[in-house]
């Protein structure tokens, strides 16, 4: 009180708030925030459209004048860092609720069995057992993707994969639950297995799952794809160069630390809270408002926090829908939480996958040519199966243009646990296929390989050969700066044998474009709610998912931005379904795109207010107010103005807290075709590694040195969020190329359910990484910004691929490159060659063509038309195809026959189908004779 | 009822704090500290000692939570991540942890703060290969183990400078001495 009363004494010291004579003395406001007094704005952060000094080679932004100068572009610790260091961050495990039951799943043995029975009576003896649950109480299907729901909470007739769930139990504790587990009687009739995905292609005299009429023959095949873009003819007629190649992925797990967890508790007015790591709250709320047969309403998801997801957490899960039954049995709260083994036997990770590659080459170096065969390995369910499929083909149609594009995927089911959503989702493995295959390309034309790419890149603001619409691309940057930043020329097939250096590429989607939920409401795809009260701290709503990516930092640091205050004053309330707006969730590397964009047009809606209430109170322009560091002031008078604080509480009279909403949905785009909405999105993003290796030749041991990681991320809102995503992404690409594994053996019992024999990169296997940051400054994006968290996944196996050849010379066509794969590879080569000792194999070397020069030539000259072209307002369209000759205004298959698009094959083609390609000799049963 | 392996007492120093309990003979210090102490920081990733999560203290060495008996404990010093600020001053290393971006989803950065805290009160200066070296058996599959490193470094300035970290619910200075603030 004391205090109170001295500053109001002192009163005008603190410029700009009102002092009013003769009132009782209260308590100033203050500027707010941590420090008493704003801070200048640093013009080094404002961009020059807006009179600062900050540099925009790529052009001013829709964004710039909510600039502020606080947060945005500023390395930033993440919002709930300190919980994380403290060990006061709670996952999945760490809530404990009292009075609280441990819950156990009882797993199949088998791979494929048909359940008879099930007898529970000698568990439920079992002092301490309260409640068991089997597929009989909660018969609905459930499933990610809407098309394809075919999972249960527990085996309704039959098991699937060694590790589906049978039954669940909950006891008063874990000793108890366990006993309980091996009590329960299962009888089983096995059923013959399917293991090798090119089976699940035939006909099975009982396929696992069955979709009715739309169960393609009798066959296993879960979803097929057939595509045919541009000049599919003209294609082999004018290649020059061919590459091909048959590839073996082997399958692989998110590996993320935190096993799965769940506790479900139903209060006494008979609600459902679910406490779960989750990556995709909406879409599991869904779910168990279906299985559970119970409004959404009843249901409150709380999202915990996520230790690692990966793709991996972003199912609905059978076994939270288990804690959820068992809890409701028992009237008490039900932990379930995983030995690492079963984190196995839920799996969704990357799809084991047989991918034929053929590319070609014309006499001018263009890609005239890529042709894709995809047979991807789903295991038992759909999960995001549907989706996985369309990407392993059009995922690599960017960012090169080409000439024709054929691809067929197929993805089966097999009695393996599910395969899924994996960071770089579907486009990981056919990407490595196809940047292999532009190293192999480039040797034979004799160009040297990121030359070959230069020459080949899709401009700004243009059309892909698949309708995608491309916005800012910033690949040639991404080339460049790797390119220089590696001493690329003194190096590249100048090393000595067991040294070497490659090139990667990568394209990725930066949101998806439709809602998996594709609803015909038109509900937007992210919403953020705000609530500013006298405090001057800003609550913010919303439900996207931190997962550790830094979700809730970077919303909570674009409203900082735009109402211009310190990140303290700032809350984010992202846990609770109950409280937050609908959020799709933590996929396709959607959030910074759209929960930013939603955050800023929240923030402008008070931002509005703020400075109509400066306005009011200093009569100022109100043209000419901007907003600094808690502070708004006209721009040419800085001393005119208000701190934050005032112009809130003036906003506030008579209406008390201010509270706005805002919300992004992708704008319309894309094409018709079928499937034409795979892989559409409103930004894409852009990278390119080069990585440096050690090849022991010897041995096969090979090492990766450095990587020299460049990504375009638009604008890095938190650089050391993005600089963590380059580096993680780089671990976890440098695992699936060299040691990770999920290995089945001959029976089909996965041999390496655990982090000691599933191979994880160390870090004395961890290469130095150089992050380079490539900002293209997406029309669209917050601030500018695109995703960071998935694409920079992908370049770094071609990179380390391509420089195992330039080390050794030989080219792996199987995924993980083991010592003992790589050995193989070399005592071929010596075989082939005649050598006796490895050491004294001969360096792969590369003789340029004269196409070299050519190439180097257009590759500059479009360097500078794509500078024109993402600095002109008025730029003309340009479709993939104006390479080619075609112009560039019109989509080619509109005007050129030989460019029409196919998504059906013909008879010709179905004479001699590759792999995946024959599952299109079945036919879907509604179109049999004798059905429908 | 199962048959339940005897209790015993178990007495020991939890982030200096004494605890004296019965536990299980057979018990395993990671759900003892977990289930009984309430060190809920102390995290299971995988329960048969190939992630590192469970680390602990055990007199000053760093150990497996999880394949430790709780017996073998006995008497013992233990520090769980719960320990290792002075109240609201953060040790140097949860400090740049945060700011380095050492955590990411931040699950097995328990683990990898008290490995690193018995390094550094040991070789408060560490070089790059002996950073490596203490946190060879933690897995990461966030970070990529390099922002890690650099929290390393960078807290090994502090202490070899002999800054002292900042209270976390303190005001931050004032930028104008003199005008209240701190
Ligand atoms: S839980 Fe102890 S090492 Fe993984
Ligand atoms: S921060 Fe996620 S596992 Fe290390």
């Known amino acids: 009180m004391a205090e109170e009363e001295e500053d109001s004494v002192s009163g005008d010291e603190i410029i700009g708030y009102r002092q009013q004579p003769g009132k009782l003395p209260f308590s100033r406001p203050g500027s707010g925030g941590k420090n008493r007094f704003s801070e200048a704005t640093d013009p080094e952060k404002i961009p020059i459209s807006q009179g600062g000094s900050l540099e925009q080679p790529w052009g001013p932004h829709r964004h710039d004048e909510l600039v502020s100068g606080q947060i945005i ?75 394809t729901k075919d999972e249960h909470a527990m085996a309704v007739e039959k098991v699937r994969h060694a590790g589906d769930l049978v039954a669940c139990v909950a006891a008063i504790d874990e000793a108890t639950a366990r006993e309980a587990e091996r009590l329960i009687e299962v009888e089983y009739e096995i059923l013959e297995p399917i293991h090798d995905m090119r089976k699940g292609l035939d006909d099975s005299e009982e396929p696992i799952h069955d979709r009715g009429d739309y169960h393609i023959g009798e066959s296993n095949i879960q979803k097929r794809v057939f595509q045919e873009f541009g000049d599919i003819a003209g294609m082999s007629q ?10 073996l992925f082997a399958g692989v797990n998110h590996g993320f630390t935190e096993p799965h967890a769940v506790v479900a508790n139903w209060d006494p007015s008979g609600r459902l809270t679910l406490y779960t790591p989750q990556q995709v709250p909406h879409y599991l709320h869904r779910a168990l408002a279906d299985v559970l047969e119970i409004p959404m309403h009843q249901i409150n998801v709380h999202r915990t926090f996520v230790g690692g997801g990966f793709g991996g957490k972003s199912d609905p899960f059978p076994h939270e829908m288990c804690a959820a039954i068992l809890a409701r049995k028992s009237g008490r709260p039900v932990r379930i939480t995983f030995d690492r083994e079963e984190v196995y036997w839920v799996n969704r990770g990357r799809h084991p996958s047989r991918i034929e ?117 910033g690949m040639r940057d991404c080339l460049e700066r790797v390119k220089e930043e590696s001493g690329w020329d003194k190096k590249f097939r100048k090393l000595p044998l067991g040294k070497g250096i490659g090139i990667g590429c990568g394209f990725f989607i930066s949101g998806s474009g439709l809602p998996i939920h594709w609803d015909p409401n038109k509900f937007p795809h992210a919403t953020v709610h705000l609530k500013v009260d006298m405090d001057g701290g800003v609550t913010i709503h919303t439900g996207a998912a931190d997962i550790g990516q830094g979700s809730d930092t970077v919303v909570a640091q674009s409203v900082a931005e735009v109402l211009g205050l310190p990140l303290d004053m700032i809350r984010v309330k992202s846990r609770e379904s109950d409280t937050s707006p609908v959020d799709l969730g933590s996929y396709s590397s959607r959030v910074t795109f759209m929960n930013a964009n939603a955050a800023i047009s929240a923030a402008m809606k008070i931002r509005d207010e703020l400075i109509d209430a400066t306005v009011e109170i200093t009569g100022a322009e109100r043209k000419g107010l901007v907003i600094g560091d808690r502070r708004i002031f006209l721009k040419s008078d800085p001393a005119v103005g208000v701190s934050y604080l005032e112009a809130l509480h003036k906003a ?92 089945y053996g001959r029976n089909g019992n996965l041999m390496n359910p655990d982090l000691l024999d599933y191979k994880i990169p160390s870090v004395h296997e961890m290469p130095e990484v150089v992050p380079i940051i490539v900002e293209s400054n997406d029309p669209e994006g917050p601030f500018g910004a695109k995703e960071a968290g998935e694409g920079p996944l992908l370049p770094i196996l071609p990179a380390v691929c391509n420089a195992v050849y330039d080390a050794v010379g030989v080219r792996t066509s199987e995924l993980p490159m083991t010592p003992e794969k790589v050995f193989k590879m070399i005592e071929k080569r010596c075989r082939n060659e005649g050598v006796s000792d490895p050491t004294e194999l001969e360096c792969p070397s590369l003789q340029y063509s004269e196409l070299q020069k050519t190439l180097e030539e257009r590759g500059e000259k479009h360097k500078s038309r794509d500078k024109e072209r993402r600095l002109d307002e008025d730029r003309g369209d340009y479709y993939n195809g104006a390479l080619f000759g075609l112009d560039p205004s019109t989509p080619p298959d509109e005007v050129d026959p030989r460019w029409e698009v196919r998504v059906t094959p013909d008879e010709v083609y179905l004479a001699s189908p590759r792999l995946a390609g024959s599952a299109w000799k079945h036919t879907e049963r509604r179109h049999m004779e004798g059905t429908k | 009822m199962l048959p339940h392996p005897d209790e015993v007492q178990w007495n020991g120093t939890v982030n200096g704090e004494e605890a004296s309990i019965f536990i299980e003979s057979n018990a395993i210090l990671l759900d003892v500290l977990r289930d009984k102490i309430g060190s809920l920081g102390t995290k299971r990733g995988c329960d048969m000692g190939t992630c590192g999560c469970c680390s602990v203290l055990v007199n000053g060495e760093p150990k497996l939570s999880c394949l430790t008996l709780a017996i073998d404990t006995n008497g013992a010093d233990i520090t769980t991540v719960e320990g290792l600020a002075d109240g609201h001053h953060l040790h140097p290393i949860q400090q740049t942890f945060a700011e380095f971006g050492g955590s990411q989803c931040g699950f097995c950065t328990p683990g990898f703060l008290v490995v690193i805290s018995a390094l550094l009160s040991n070789n408060p200066q560490p070089d790059e290969r002996e950073i490596k070296d203490a946190i060879e058996g933690n897995l990461c599959r966030c970070t990529g183990f390099q922002q890690i490193v650099d929290s390393v470094k960078a807290a090994s300035e502090i202490l070899v400078s002999g800054n002292v970290v900042g209270d976390s619910t303190s005001p931050k200075s004032d930028p104008h001495p003199g005008f209240g603030g701190n």
């Open chain 1, 73 to 147: 572009g500023k390395p930033t610790a993440l919002v709930d860092s300190s919980w994380k260091v403290t060990g006061r961050a709670h996952y999945g495990d760490d809530v404990r609720l009292p009075g609280e039951l441990i819950g156990r799943i009882v797993r199949s043995p088998h791979h494929y069995a048909r359940v008879l029975s099930i007898d529970c009576s000698k568990a439920l003896e079992l002092p301490g057992v309260v409640a068991i649950a089997t597929g009989e109480d909660a018969k609905n299907r459930f499933g990610v993707l809407p098309v």
């Open chain 1, 238 to 247: 004018k290649s020059i160069a061919s590459h091909k190649k048959s590839w």
């Open chain 1, 357 to 473: 590659m053929n590319l070609h080459a014309d006499k001018e170096g263009r890609i005239c040519g890529i042709e894709t065969d995809a047979l991807i390995d789903g295991g038992a369910f759909a999960s995001f199966g549907h989706v996985t499929t369309y990407y392993n083909g059009v995922l690599h149609t960017a960012p090169y243009e080409i000439g024709a594009f054929h691809y067929t995927g197929a993805r089966v089911w097999t009695n393996k646990p599910a395969s899924g959503a994996m960071r770089g989702h579907g486009a990981v493995n056919s990407r490595c296929a196809v940047e292999v295959g532009l190293d192999d390309l480039a040797e034979e034309l004799g160009v040297d390989p990121i030359t070959l790419r230069l020459a080949n890149l899709l401009p700004p603001h243009s059309a892909t050969i698949t309708g995608f619409r491309v916005t800012s691309i």
């Open chain 1, 652 to 743: 506030q009279e008579d209406r008390g807290a201010l509270v706005s909403s805002g919300a992004y949905r992708t704008p319309p785009m894309g094409r018709t075709h079928k499937g034409a909405a795979a892989g559409l999105a409103p930004a894409y993003s852009f990278s390119a590694y080069v990585a440096e290796v050690t090849v022991d030749v010897e041995t096969g041991q090979t090492k990766v040195d450095k990587v020299w990681a460049a990504h375009d991320c638009g604008k890095a809102l938190n650089p050391l969020a993005v600089k963590g995503q380059i580096i993680g992404s780089c671990h976890m690409g440098m695992g699936q190329v060299l040691s990770e594994e999920m290995r």
